[in-house]
């Protein structure tokens, strides 16, 4: 949305903030360039940072998955959890790539040629984001379940979680993959034109967009589906009355 531009917008002003306060205590006077550079740095490092973390996010929910699922039938365990095993073996693959990237010096660092050759790999979130709503309703339904609340709170008891719930790690490859834009497009206000990555970066900003769009027309068409389906279901068909045929896409 335009407030996360805004707000991306906010924390970049916030980083050349921290940038300049850094080499005041250095009492060094950086160049407009040095600035850039040091900007692209920290942008850059953050992409790598978050994709470490949301790892962990995914191995926190496959935690709660393998403590639940005793008690869970295959079916609520797929809604709860769909595929987030499958998203986190790529995660930790794209963040060992992006690490790989920035080992070497900033002229050769090509983080957007990265984002491109695994385009097609994000496409893996939309399974997640079309079922996230289905998930949250039905963790908040089992959390009225006194064995079931009692496992998910010893799992939320873990201090490596800060005080996180079930609920809010649900979330997290939706709020990931939402991300990813906003991550391109600071390093591309961080990068120099004459950058060789310079245009990769752009192209993957747009690639990766049309992927976020993708997945929200996806979870739209999802979401009506299902209303449709609701409302097939509390007012089933008589003869002589018009059935709803929610399946049927021809003319």
């Not at 205590?25 to 949301?54: G, W």
């Not at 379940?145 to 490596?160: A, F, G, H, L, M």
């Not at 993959?177 to 004459?194: Q, S």
């Not at 310079?198 to 992927?211: A, C, I, P, W």
């Amino acid at each position: 949305s335009l407030d996360d531009y805004k707000k991306n917008d906010d924390k970049n002003d916030e980083i050349i903030e921290e940038i300049k306060k850094e080499a005041e205590a250095e009492n060094k006077e950086l160049t407009k360039e040095q600035l850039k550079e040091r900007e692209r740095k920290y942008t850059c490092d953050e992409i790598l940072e978050t994709e470490v973390k949301f790892n962990f996010d995914c191995l926190v929910l496959e935690r709660f998955r393998d403590h639940m699922k005793g008690f869970l039938s295959a079916f609520e365990v797929q809604t709860l959890f769909c595929n987030i095993s499958e998203i986190k073996k790529f995660s930790k693959e794209f963040s060992n790539i992006i690490g790989s990237i920035l080992n070497n010096p900033v002229e050769e660092q090509l983080i957007g040629k990265a984002f491109i050759e695994n385009i097609d790999k994000f496409k893996i979130y939309a399974k997640y984001c079309i079922n996230q709503p289905s998930a949250n309703e039905l963790s908040l339904k089992l959390r009225k379940k006194s064995q079931i609340r009692q496992i998910i709170e010893k799992v939320e008891s873990d201090p490596t979680l800060n005080q996180l719930k079930f609920e809010d790690f649900i979330i997290k490859p939706v709020q990931r993959i939402c991300k990813f834009p906003l991550l391109i497009r600071a390093v591309i206000k961080a990068t120099k034109e004459d950058h060789v990555d310079y245009q990769n970066l752009q192209q993957s900003f747009e690639q990766m967009s049309s992927v976020l769009e993708s997945i929200n027309s996806d979870k739209a068409s999802a979401e009506n589906h299902d209303r449709l389906l609701y409302i097939q279901q509390q007012f089933p068909a008589q003869e002589g009355v018009f059935e709803l045929n929610i399946f049927d896409n021809s003319d």
